[in-house]
């Protein structure tokens, strides 16, 4: 049987402390609002790099000409064909005038990506080089 002798202002403490509970949840939900967003903010930044960006680029059009061409045939005849480098350029140059425009697109896609990702790990591993030398001095 609930206790007759409760006073009003036991009662009022009882409903206080509910009501900061209820607060302390609303700002719980709120710090958990915003870590999450946070978190995402850190997720998409970091799948975003663009030396990942430029690999999955590289990836992509890498499976598009290998799709479009027959990648084995391309080489068997460029084997061939190319007995020097005079013979291995004209080869390139002929298949190349001579492919499907989609495929000249991709083609210059992945030479236009690989020599970006080769400059930014240029940059990367001078930076680390010179980063390591400042460390050691």
Known sequence: MPNQNLTAGQTGQGVRASQAGQTNQASQDVRNAVLNRVRTVYVIRRVL???GFK???LVVL???FGWLVSVVNVLRNFLNTAKDFNG???FVTSA???ADLVVQAISV???AVGVFLVLDLYKTFTILRNSSR???V
């Open 109 to 111: 896609g992945i030479v």
């Open 96 to 98: 190349f005038l001579n």
């Open 55 to 57: 690999l999955g680029w």
């Open 88 to 90: 291995a350029y004209g």
């Open 134 to 136: 400042s460390r050691t």
């Open 62 to 64: 890498l499976f598009a």
């Open 49 to 51: 790099n663009l030396l």
